[in-house]
Every structure is written in structure tokens, then in C-alpha cells.
Nanobody
């Protein structure tokens, strides 16, 4: 019973910034790879940024230079700093993680947080 909970979404003007957070909670577990995905209306869910347990990162071309993914030292909290936001960044942003418990390894999704970029 592991849960991911996103926070930090909201309404922001073009050019503004937001920081999303994703906190994992539950019984004993270990998180490996984590990532942020987003889904805009009428579009497929896409990977925005990912980070491994070793700190390696990758970004979608559309957000390179604007977004930064990171995780805390314990590895159980994920962040996404979003700068220079544009209307095309409007979407529901989801936290995703590969998590191992005492007896199984599964992929988890958060419930999502809405990011709206508009004047």
C-alpha cells in the first residue's frame, strides 16, 4: 500500500514558474526510477522528465532548458521546477514511480495535479 501524492499545480501567467512536488507514503518500500508525465486535453500522456535512483535525468525536448527534475536525498520525494511556462504546458501533471516493497515490484501513478498557463 504505497501512494503518490502530487501538489503545487495551479494557474500561472505565461512566463511564470511553478514547482510541483510528489510525496510517496505507505509501508516499507524503496523507490527506483521516478518521472513526471503530463496529459493535455485531446492528447496522449507524455513523459516530461525522468530521474533514476542514481540521479540520471532525461527531459522531453519541449521542456529542456525550462524544467528541472530532482528528488530529495532519501529519494522518496520528487520535484519539478517549471520556469518560463507557456500555454502549451497546460496539462494535468502526473507523478510516476517504480517501487519495490518487501515482496513485489510495481509501477505507481499519482492522481495528478492541474497546471494551467493563461493570461
Amino acid at each position: 500500500q504505497v501512494q503518490l501524492a502530487e501538489s503545487g499545480g495551479g494557474l500561472v501567467q505565461p512566463g511564470g514558474s511553478l514547482r510541483l512536488s510528489c510525496a510517496a507514503s505507505g509501508n516499507s518500500f524503496r523507490i527506483y526510477n521516478m518521472g513526471w508525465y503530463r496529459q493535455a486535453p485531446g492528447k496522449q500522456r507524455e513523459l516530461v522528465a525522468g530521474i533514476t535512483s542514481g540521479g540520471n535525468t532525461n527531459y522531453a525536448d519541449s521542456v529542456k532548458g525550462r524544467f528541472t527534475i530532482s528528488r530529495d536525498n532519501a529519494g522518496n520525494t520528487l520535484y519539478l521546477r517549471m520556469n518560463s511556462l507557456q500555454p502549451e504546458d497546460t496539462a494535468v501533471y502526473y507523478c510516476n514511480a517504480d517501487i519495490e516493497t518487501g515482496s513485489y515490484y510495481s509501477n505507481y501513478w499519482g492522481q495528478g495535479t492541474q497546471v494551467t498557463v493563461s493570461s
